[in-house]
Nanobody, 126 residues
Framework: EVQLVESGGGLVQPGGSLRLSCAIS????????MGWFRQAPGKEREGVAF??????SRYYVSSVKGRFTVSRDGSTLYLEMKSLKPEDTAMYYC?????????????????????WGQGTQVTVSS
């Protein structure tokens, strides 16, 4: 059974940085997309950053490109966030076993992912 445990969220001032971690246990299939979604209060869950580590591809939504970096090291998935803005405030979720090779797109859908973490809160405020 695959289990995901996120950590690293917190309160940070605008312009600050955070690194989210997602510890992965269990067997996961190679070649499938993995990454991060977020959900702000009153809004739908949206994709943020994704990767297929088997080929090193990475995809970002335009609002975070150049500020966020997704990576995997062994059994941990990371999301490095810099130059944080108040609009980045949300619950962040890691997700695994999405489409093959991420479908070559940053437009990832919640329903395409099989495994989810419990979420970690990121609040950007002065």
């Amino acid at each position: 059974e695959v289990q995901l445990v996120e950590s690293g969220g917190g309160l940070v001032q605008p312009g600050g940085s955070l690194r989210l971690s997602c510890a992965i246990s269990g067997y996961i299939k190679s070649g499938l997309c993995m990454g991060w979604f977020r959900q702000a209060p009153g809004k739908e869950r949206e994709g943020v950053a994704f990767t297929d580590p088997s080929i090193g591809s990475r995809y970002y939504v335009s609002s975070v490109k150049g500020r966020f970096t997704v990576s995997r090291d062994g059994s941990t998935l990371y999301l490095e966030m810099k130059s944080l803005k108040p609009e980045d405030t949300a619950m962040y979720y890691c997700a695994l076993e999405g489409p093959w090779r991420c479908g070559g797109t940053n437009d990832q859908r919640v329903r395409d992912y099989d495994y989810w973490g419990q979420g970690t809160q990121v609040t950007v405020s002065s």
